[in-house]
């Protein structure tokens, strides 16, 4: 199985502005990479291009909106033509947005899966064919431990990581045909801008610069998926094998929503 080197090309961060993407992007720099980073906010971007360019690293800031299917195309096309090829790609960009107590399946809901799925799928859509005219690409989509089964009071949450593993577990096959090697990120807890809101226990949380190195590992292996804290991923595994009884029993212990 292919796996992608600095001298195949750029990596290219989706969701860098901070939190995971940021983490990466300066840790795959410093292994390397030239690497291109997008996220809406340009001027975190240029933060964190002048904060690589300090440390003799390069990040080049390409900002553009990943719920924009079009947009991302171009985009795309842009930073192949001004940066280099991808050769590694990490899809990372994502958030929670809740909807109000008492409503279900509302803005929220709808906001969350745009984004966190939606914005992967416009990342991949003119990604896949680039790689495949290549003979060979390394792509990396970030769901999480909470794509296991559902929790409540996350459930746009939940749905959208659950989606983004089922639909790289369909592709994977295929994709390996093309050389074309598709990992899942399923992180546990990590210091971000998003965790930083949640109000709940996060047992095992670390450091976004942490999960950065595990991430960066990762990638130089062959597996598929690439979780954190082993502890935190067996547990909610053994979890989604319990019959529904026991596992609404247990999780409801958390607070239904």
């Known amino acids: 199985m292919y796996r992608a ?24 720099a410093r292994r390397g ?11 975190a971007l240029e933060a964190l291009s002048a904060e690589a360019a300090a440390a003799g690293l390069r990040i080049d800031a390409f900002a553009g909106d990943v719920t ?32 109000p107590e008492g409503v279900w399946g ?10 966190n799925f ?11 064919p680039r790689m495949k005219g290549r003979g060979r690409g390394q792509i990396a989509v970030v769901a999480s431990v909470a794509g296991y089964g559902g929790l409540p009071g ?9 989606a983004l593993i089922a639909a ?36 095992f949380i670390m450091p976004a610069e942490e999960a950065a190195r595990r991430i960066c590992a990762g990638f130089e292996r062959n597996g598929f998926e690439i979780a954190f804290p082993r502890r935190l991923v067996w547990l909610l595994k053994a979890l989604n094998m319990l019959p529904y009884p026991a596992y609404f029993w247990i999780v409801g212990r958390r607070g239904a929503r």
């Open 154 to 162: 996350a459930a746009a949450y939940c749905a959208s990581k659950a």
């Open 68 to 99: 924009d299917r079009d947009a991302m195309a171009a985009l795309l096309e842009r930073i192949e033509r001004e940066a280099g090829p991808v050769a590694l790609a990490m899809l990372n960009a994502g958030n929670f947005y809740r909807d």
């Open 106 to 115: 509302g803005d929220g809901f709808r906001r969350t899966m745009a984004l």
């Open 118 to 128: 939606d914005g992967v799928l416009n990342g991949l859509e003119p990604l896949i």
């Open 33 to 43: 990479y030239r690497v291109a980073a997008t996220a809406r906010r340009a001027d």
């Open 168 to 203: 790289c577990e369909s592709m994977h096959p295929q994709l390996a045909r093309d050389a074309i090697h598709l990992q899942v990120i399923c992180p546990g807890f990590v210091r971000t801008p998003l965790t930083e809101k949640n109000k709940t226990p996060m047992p």
């Open 5 to 28: 080197s600095p001298a195949d090309g750029i990596a290219w961060i989706a969701g860098a502005s901070s939190g995971i993407g940021r983490a990466v992007a300066l840790e795959l």
